[in-house]
């Protein structure tokens, strides 16, 4: 399984991993930007859409807001990107 994502698609898993729980957009963007960057809502939500899609993680509705949470943990990810790689070249 070939897990690829972005740079900015990493920062976001970043902040869902450091958080332990499930996070909403709003949330992932105010702690994007505490790093002094400055992210859109409209951003990290196509990011998260396009992260969904990929499977790496799931939404949750709760009232009108969605809530986003990692699939795989931070681990499990490096390890399943490490054996796409070690597949892909030996």
Known sequence: MNISISDSEMKVMEK???CGHMISVADV???LNDDGENWT???V???L????TKGIV???KKGKSLYY???LSKEQ?????????LQSKF
């Open 77 to 85: 990810f490096y390890a399943k990107e490490a054996d796409h790689f």
């Open 45 to 47: 939500g196509t990011f």
């Open 58 to 60: 799931s939404a949750s």
């Open 29 to 31: 963007v105010a702690a």
């Open 41 to 43: 809502h409209q951003t």
């Open 69 to 71: 949470f990692p699939l």
């Open 49 to 52: 859409k396009r992260l969904e």
């Open 16 to 18: 869902l991993w450091a």
